[in-house]
């Protein structure tokens, strides 16, 4: 008769159990066991309370975590390298550089085990300083021959927008590994360096380092972002000719690409091209592809992908459902995706700010204030998004006095500097109440340059209130930005004729037409302020959010490579 190890002892196997539910997020079954475990004084066993530790991060139980963690009765350095690894490991990053800076106030060193973690941490944060403060600590202790302080310090400084610095790193390094050079590769594909990126795989090879699923992957990432699909294909005869087949993750990144180049209906076909293969889509694949029926507006495809996920069993994954909320706000069903939201069991920003912006593009504007308020009493991280949302939710509605109380929190509280769209959505505000005057002064006040969306919503407020002397100024500055474009000139022209002045409004006709401008459809920056017409700039604000949510899936699909791969 077969039997198990009896060799395990008894905790052992209560950490395959622990590990197990961290995976599936099972709380409430955790929590049992962890009470079973207290009982039989398995707890405080180091090896079982780092895996309950790390269980909790993974549910996001961070109090819970480090309530265990401040009961372990020895905390050496090992303990501490613990907490500071779950917590930079499942994204907490923030609380990662709090423990760790509470290790240094009790006189513990970094060692090579916890620079790695931290480093991560500082790339998340921007926190450069405190990463040149550990690179300066790893050429001391001679930590430069460990290819994982290294790969971390290249990852830091490709985070932090120094991606010359990071091959520097990556140059010193006396033997080249390949977790070395696929973290570099990721580095320049962030930057979108996509052909220095295959540049350093061709001389990486020619000294032996031999690229393998996640080099590949990475590489179809980046040329599939950049619309090359010369390169895509010649990656893809490249991996079959290193016996490497493409995977799941390499169709969902140029899927991706498809869809952030507006081809979408190209990421459809090839979408049905996986499924003929017999390849099973994950999550990030379906997330991949349904702002694709956003774009088109598409909702029938968006049905179908939706129907699909909830066969596959993802439908409550948090980029499935964050990916849905999107697509159906955006096909005019705002309905649907009230339900999906209230229904997720987790929800992050991007989830928060889609639901936000749906609500504000459908004219809700009391739900979408309703969910900010929502978002800072659950204190889920605020972003320049929403705060993008929120304003464009109050220049809908004329909420001109918590528009700009919300626009001083987001500086003050938030820390949060004002950015181009924050601004159109205020100046937008203002003009739409007749407050001419105070929205111009504002333009004047802006600590950046203003460009075409901030100036033509100013314009607009002047056609609607009929401001000609403003609407010149404005329109001046829209020509200067936009001198193909005959919107802004057209808007002047009519006013001219509405305020009786033709011989201006001929001459700027005749200007036009020296000029040879073209009136750019679409363009309703100049539209007066109507619902049915919006405002362009609202339109940037979802190419934004767009952005932020393919990006945020292409991050997905990296962890998830690096989560299959973790040694490669």
Partial sequence: MHCFHFSQSPSDWFVKIIENYASNRALQLGKRLHAHLIINGLARSTHVASKLISFYTECRQICDARKLFDEIPKRNTRRWIVLVGTYARHGFHQEAMGVFCEMQREGLEPNKFVIPSVLKACGHLLDRQTGEKLHAVVVKQEFESDPFVISALIDMYSKC??????RKVFDVM????????NTMVAGYVQHRLVNEAL???????????????????????????????SNVAKLFQLMKESRIPPDVVSWTSVISGFVQNLRNQEAFDLFKKMLATGMHPTSATISSLLPACANLADSAHGKEIHAYSIVMGIEKDI?????????????GFIYES??????MPERNTIT???????????????EAIRLFNGMVDQKVKLDHLTFTGVLTACSQCGMIELGKKLFLIMQEKFKIEPRLEHYACMVHLFGQEGKL?????????MGIEADVYVWGALLGACKLHGDVGLAEVAAKRVAELEPESAGSSLVLSNMYADAGSWGYAARVKRMMKKMKMKKVPGSSWIGGGSREKGLKFFKKAF????????????QFIFSIVRTKYPNR
């Avoid at 005057?437 to 006040?445: H, M, R, T, V």
């Fill in 161 to 166: 927008g120094k991606i010359k610095k990071a």
């Fill in 174 to 181: 006396v033997e080249i590994d390949l977790v070395a050079m």
């Fill in 199 to 229: 540049i350093l795989v061709e001389k990486t090879q020619s000294i032996g380092v031999i690229p393998n699923l996640v080099t590949w992957n990475t590489l179809i990432a980046g040329f599939s972002q950049a619309n090359d699909d």
């Fill in 319 to 331: 980029f499935v459902s964050s990916a849905l909320i999107d697509m159906y706000s955006k096909c």
């Fill in 338 to 343: 009230k339900t999906l939201f209230h229904n």
């Fill in 352 to 366: 928060w700010n889609s639901m936000i912006f749906g609500f504000a593009n459908h004219g809700d504007c009391d």
């Fill in 437 to 445: 005057k105070e929205a111009y002064e504002l333009i004047q006040e």
């Fill in 543 to 554: 190419l934004y959010l767009k952005g932020l949510i393919l990006n945020f899936v292409q």
